[in-house]
């Protein structure tokens, strides 16, 4: 079975311009997030997904960063105006329960490098 | 909010050595924590989880309610141990997973 996976892997942008992640979770997975690793280490929440529902997206930056989910299938996550701060490792998980499911794991993509420059 | 946290940002040990990471919790409610490890050009996977009482790769993680520490701990650390790892708490009523801060972790010869 395929795992969760995310496109592009490593993507170089300038200042200004637009750029859109795409992240395919493993199929059936109703839950599917979207994580941040910037400057260093902790890895930062910016939404989660019940199949197409936005049910959560108190993580994200601001308005500049736009998620969708369509058909509940792949999501994808859109910056536009990049800014240099918005580099960092972008992570996309997903996990196959409703929810509250206490020993439920989160599987992960292998994640990409959003450079700005 | 379920929180977690690492003291420590880096460890380094030598091979053979024990070593431990530091996670504390500070929630009420059921602690059914997690340890998450990312090695290097791997993406993030569990390692273990405390409802399942499981060792893995050597690493165990004991529970301790009184000092609301869920530690990771391995007797005899491994070269291929070094990686990034992240403590989590459990699920919430709002079905987020979050992280700690992490601890990158450098096994030495």
């Known amino acids: 079975e395929a795992g969760v996976t995310q496109f592009p892997s490593h993507s170089v942008i300038e200042k200004g311009q637009t750029v859109t992640l795409r992240c395919d979770p493993i199929s059936g997975h109703d839950n599917l997030y979207w994580y941040r690793r910037v400057m260093g280490k902790e890895i930062k929440f910016l939404l989660h997904?019940?199949?197409?529902?936005?049910?959560?997206e108190s993580g994200m930056p601001n308005n500049r960063f736009l998620a969708e989910r369509t058909g509940g299938t792949y999501s994808t996550l859109k910056v536009q105006p990049a800014e240099l701060e918005d580099s960092g490792v972008y992570f996309c998980a997903s996990s196959p329960e409703g929810g509250g499911i206490m020993n439920t794991e989160a599987f992960f993509g292998q994640g990409t490098r959003l450079t700005v420059v | 909010a379920q929180r977690v946290t690492q003291p420590e940002k880096l460890l380094s040990v030598f091979k053979g050595a024990p070593v431990e990471l530091k996670c504390n919790y500070s929630y009420s409610g059921s602690p059914e924590l997690f340890w998450y490890v990312q090695y290097s050009r791997q993406r993030l996977q569990l390692l273990l989880r405390?409802?399942s009482r499981e060792s893995i790769k050597g690493f165990t993680a004991d529970l301790n309610k009184g000092e609301t520490s869920f530690h990771l701990k391995k007797p005899f650390a491994q070269e291929e141990d070094s990686a990034m790892y992240y403590c989590a708490p459990p699920w919430g009523n709002d079905y987020k997973l979050s992280f700690g801060a992490g601890t990158t972790v450098t096994v030495r010869a």
């Open positions: 997904f019940v199949k197409e529902s936005k049910q959560d």
């Open positions: 405390h409802i």
